[in-house]
């Protein structure tokens, strides 16, 4: 048996400690992956997972040979690009996740020129605004929108996003057009919040080198950037998004901008990645290729 394949399960059921969580993550069913840990245990004469009805977590030497494994296995796959020339040849699974919006108007059209450009690579794409757990979830990298509270994952500042105010052209019409920051006062804002119970930051614009905020009414809240722009289109209130994604509906007249000398602070956007000292080439590459095309449109 594979003994590298095994040191992978092995280091995925520790990650999430999880058998059925690890074979969802690699491929495998529940019983390939206990068989690879018993052959792993057997092949080191050590108990490496206690486990219990509840949970699974890793022994002492299991924490020991963790470590161990997640630099070997990093060690191997630069190896196994190390002698490729061609970036054509390169091989294997990258798991991202990145924000709905940008997966739906940014990556996914372009996505055929880098899978045509390396065909023996795979990919898994999750598409969710919520904030993964790269290390638990099994991501290779993760794009993101905003600021980023983790400190122990790098992150790669990629650009910045302008931002926008706008509402739906039957919410002005019932409301009126504000010109001023006073007029916000007499008008409704969609509030978005991650998670829903939190507090919305209300209004937010830039004066100089500081953020402001207006509290301001609104009788939706939403937790999706989905939900924030259909809630928007439903004539709920006024919004702040980032320009990107909005283009059809400001042409048409559906949504219109306003207060465009009040935006909100421009939203970073980062490439997420686990701080090991080896990232596989291929996740390299395709980090790459990700930032070069927020840089070309962004």
Request: charged share 20%.
């Amino acid at each position: 048996m594979n003994k590298l394949e095994l040191l992978r399960t092995f280091v995925r059921v520790t990650e999430l400690s999880s058998f059925t969580g690890a074979g969802e993550s690699l491929g495998l069913p529940r019983s390939t992956v206990s068989e690879h840990v018993q052959a792993l245990e057997e092949l080191l004469g050590a108990r490496l997972l206690q486990r219990t009805t509840r949970k699974v977590q890793a022994t002492q030497d299991g924490r020991v040979l963790y470590e161990r494994s997640k630099d070997l296995l990093a060690h191997m796959e630069e190896l196994e690009g190390l002698f490729r020339q061609d970036e054509a040849q390169l091989a294997g699974r990258i798991r991202v996740d990145m924000p709905n919006v940008m997966a739906r108007d940014l990556i996914l059209p372009r996505l055929p020129q880098f899978m045509d450009a390396h065909p023996l690579i795979e990919l898994e794409i999750s598409t969710t605004d919520r904030q993964v757990d790269l290390l638990a979830e099994g991501f290779d990298c993760v794009l993101r929108v905003g600021a980023q509270p983790d400190q122990s994952v790098v992150a790669r500042l990629l650009c910045s996003m302008p931002m926008i105010n706008c509402a739906s052209a039957t919410y002005l019409q019932r409301y009126g057009v504000p010109q001023t920051l006073a007029d916000l006062a007499d008008h409704h804002l969609v509030h978005y919040v991650r998670p829903l119970g939190s507090r919305s930051a209300g209004f937010e614009y830039v004066q100089g080198n500081k953020v402001l905020r207006i509290p301001m009414a609104g009788r939706v809240t939403v937790n999706s950037t989905d939900g924030y722009k259909s809630a928007c289109l439903g004539g709920f209130g006024i919004i702040q998004v980032p320009a990107l994604g909005m283009g059809d509906e400001l042409a048409s007249g559906e949504l219109v901008a306003v207060l465009p000398d009040y935006p909100a602070p421009p939203l970073d956007v980062s490439l997420l990645y686990a701080g090991q000292r080896h990232l596989p080439l291929r996740v390299r590459v395709f980090m790459d290729w990700l930032a070069a095309i927020l840089h070309s449109q962004l």
